[in-house]
C-alpha cells in the first residue's frame, strides 16, 4: 500500500506479524541512492534507420561501443537497476526490423546493466542522451543507421510507378462535358518534376494532440500518403515522403532530403493545435527573412521549429556546411515562388472548408529553409478543434484536402512552368 504525497515523497505501509506496522518515507534522495530506473523503452524502425529509445527517471551515466562478426553493439549502464521493463527487451525488436535482429539485456557485472543489440548489417550508430522535455523525462536514445545510406536518387529509379510518363496528350475517348482543370493524361508540366511530401512530426514526437487523443503525427502521414498517390497518377510528376511510416526526422534532415533528390517544390504537412479550442481553417504559410505576419504565426512557427528537442536530435552531429548555407544564402527568390504556390493551393483548401487567415501566411519555419527550392507549410486544420479533429480522422475529408493540394500544385505550375533540369535530376 502506498501513498502520494505533495512533495514526491511515497508513504509506505509495510506490515508484520502480529498486526504491527511500518511507515517508511520514499524520498528522491533515496531514489537517487539506489540509481536510475529505465521506465520506457520505445522502438521506432524505418528504413532509413532505427531509433531505440529508453526513458528513465533520472540522468544517467553510459558508454557503448561496437563488436564484429557478427556486428553488434554494446551499451553498458552505470547505477541502473534491472527491471522488468529491461527484461522484456528482446520482445521489442520486430522481425521485419530492417536493421536489429535483437535486444537484449542483463546484469553484467555489479552496478553495470549490459545492452546488447545484435545487428543485421553494418551500422553507424550514434548513442546520445536528451533532457527531460514536455512528457518525456531523460532518455538515452540509440539510432541506428545504415554504414553506408543509399543513394535516394537510385532508389528513386527502382521504383517503376516513378519512372517518367510519355509527354504527349494520350487520347481521350470523350471529351468532357464541361470545362475541367483536370484532363486526364493531359501534362502539366513538359519534363519530370519531383515533389517532396513532409508529413509533420512523427516518432517520438506526436506533434499536437486532439482531445479525443488523435496525434498530429497519424494525420500528417494519411493525408501526405493520400497527396502522394495523386501525385504519382499525374504524368510527369512524383512524390517522395520524408517519412514514411512512424518514425522522427530532424528538420534540418527533411530539408536535406528535398534536396537530394533535386526536388522542384516541399510541402510541408501538419494539423496543428493553437492555444484557443474555437481557433479553425486552414491557413498556408512560406518562410520569412524578417518578422512574422501575426503573432499566431510567430507562436506556431515557434512551436513547430522546438520540434527537434522533443523528437531528440544528436546536435553535435549536426551537419555545419548545411546549417551555414541555409542561414547564409538569400532567398528572395526561392520565396516569391513559395508564396505563388501558397497562394495557388490556399484558393484549393477555401473550396474544402474554412481558412483560418484568407492570405498566405508567413514566419520563420526552419523546415521551409531550403534555399532554392519553393516550399510551404499548410495547416490542414487545427486539431485542438473538436470539430475539426472529428473531420480530420474522415477518411473523404483526408482525401478531399489532398486533392485541393494537388489541385493548387498543377495551377501553379500552369502559370510557373518548371525550368529545365541535370539528365541526373530528369532520370529519363
Known sequence: MSERLPDGRRRQ???????????????????????PSVVAVRVWPAADYTRVTLETDASVKFS?????????????LEGVEFNGVLDGLSGKIAADDPYIKLLRAGRFKPGVVRLVMELKTEVAPQVFVLAPVGEYGHRLVLDVY????????????????????????????????AAEPRRPGKPVVDRLVTITLDPGHGGEDPG????????????????AKRLKAKIDAEPNMRAVLTRD?????????????????QSDLFV?????????????????????????????????????????????????????????????LSQTATINDSLKLGKAVLGELDRVGDLHKPHVEQAGFAVLKAPDIPSILVETAFISNPEEERRLNDEVYQDR?????????RKYFKLNPPLAKSKLARLD
Not at 499536437?208 to 493525408?223: C, W
Not at 484536402?401 to 500544385?409: D, Q, R
Open 13 to 35: 505501509l509495510l506490515r508484520f506479524a502480529g498486526g504491527a506496522s511500518l511507515v517508511l518515507l520514499v524520498t528522491p534522495l533515496a531514489r537517487a541512492a539506489r540509481g
Open 64 to 76: 557503448h561501443f561496437t563488436v564484429k562478426n557478427p556486428e553488434r553493439l554494446v551499451v553498458d
Open 146 to 177: 545504415p554504414a553506408n545510406a543509399p543513394d535516394p536518387l537510385l532508389a528513386l529509379l527502382d521504383k517503376k510507378e516513378l519512372q517518367p510518363l510519355p509527354l504527349e496528350d494520350k487520347p481521350e475517348a470523350q471529351p468532357p462535358a
Open 208 to 223: 499536437a494532440v486532439g482531445r479525443r487523443g488523435t496525434h498530429e503525427k497519424a494525420v500528417t502521414l494519411a493525408v
Open 245 to 261: 511510416s512512424d518514425f522522427f526526422v530532424p528538420l534540418q534532415m527533411r530539408v536535406q532530403k528535398a534536396r537530394r533528390v
Open 268 to 328: 510541408s504537412i501538419h494539423a496543428d493545435a493553437f492555444i484557443r479550442p474555437d481557433a479553425r481553417g486552414a491557413s498556408v504559410f512560406v518562410l520569412s527573412e524578417n518578422g512574422a505576419t501575426s503573432s499566431a504565426a510567430r507562436w506556431l512557427a515557434n512551436k513547430e521549429n522546438a520540434a527537434d528537442l522533443i523528437g531528440g536530435v544528436n546536435f553535435n552531429t549536426k551537419d555545419p556546411v548545411l546549417a551555414r548555407t541555409l542561414l547564409d
Open 401 to 409: 484536402l489532398a486533392e485541393a493540394v494537388l489541385s493548387g500544385i
